[in-house]
């Protein structure tokens, strides 16, 4: 049976870290894809150079031309701008929306039978314009944010508690900006739910909200240090778990950047939820019930997005 086909169109820093995660878990063959004149192709034999050592078996290659995605099984798409200091995300979206166009285009013309996984900033907003243009059924376009913020959730809460990160869960909820909403009553450590750590005085109400602050803030801290860009490690980790999640039909729970129709009280629109991915792509949204505060919090990151969707289709008006 042949290897599963990954196509990542974008091979910058997030890309470059997908290729080399994807051939490190023998996910499938890469092909890297980017306009950048030599890039993806410097990319790619530089990672196929570390094969022997590591002793994987995927084949790598760069590329220009959408042709050679043809057929990939998944795409995961980081072409684009990312932030710099002072920027954000929204401050991203009229030159990424063009980016989207020609993506969903050249993903709609080659590999229209695809798992596709936006990453793209501002996520919620791209990933809408991305299946908008790429015209894919909305179960096979999804977008990577809620792994990563909960990944980040996950890391404070264990530095916090000092216990493995593996024993702690936890999900974020909603757009991915400023308005995100950790769920804290549906975060543990080991099955405990967040609020009975704090009867138990394992931790403060006051340091769980700088814990939840800061998670909103996770990917600012991180631009504001690097000061040349954004993260890429996590983010591309995230994306690597969801795409393993596809191909290998695990069926995990992940939250992401779903079409949501239905659920939630929403009528179709992309935005965090916790969903199941398996070999149909995003194959189930899980509806929780959230109590009055978190809707609150939810409503207002569903606003936030919809007010970056509309700002969509006011620059492109073949968005409706
Ligand atoms: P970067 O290292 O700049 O890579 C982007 C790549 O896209 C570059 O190599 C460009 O040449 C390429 N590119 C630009 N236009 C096109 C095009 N039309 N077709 C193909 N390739 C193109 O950025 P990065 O890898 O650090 O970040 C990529 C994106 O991910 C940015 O928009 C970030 O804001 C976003 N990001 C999202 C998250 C989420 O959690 C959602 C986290 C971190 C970064």
Redesign the pocket.
Known sequence: MARPKIAL???????GTLAHLAALKELGDVVL????DG?PQGKALDIAESGPSEGFDAAMSGTSDYADIAGADVCIV??????KPGMS?DD?LGI?LK?MK??GEGIAEHAPNAFVIC???P?DAMVWALREFSGLPHNMVC???GV??SARFRHFLAEEFDVSMRDVTAFVLGG?GDTMVPSVRYSTVAGIPLPDLIEMGWTTQDKLDAIVQRTRDG?AEIVGLLKT????YA?AT?AIEMAEAFLKDQKRVLPCAAYVDGAFGLNGMYVGVPTVIGAGGVERVVNIKLNKQEQEMFDTSVEAVKGLVDACKGIDSSLT
Do not use: E, K, Q, W
Not at 9 to 15: E, R, V
Not at 78 to 83: C, F, N, S
Not at 229 to 232: D, E, N, P, Q, T
């Open positions: 169109i974008g091979a910058g820093n997030i890309g894809f980017d306009i950048a890039l980081t072409a684009g701008v990312a932030r995300r991203l990424n980016v020609s993506v990453i793209t900033n996520l977008g990577m944010a990563l913020d991915h990917g860009g954004s993260a890429y983010p995230s």
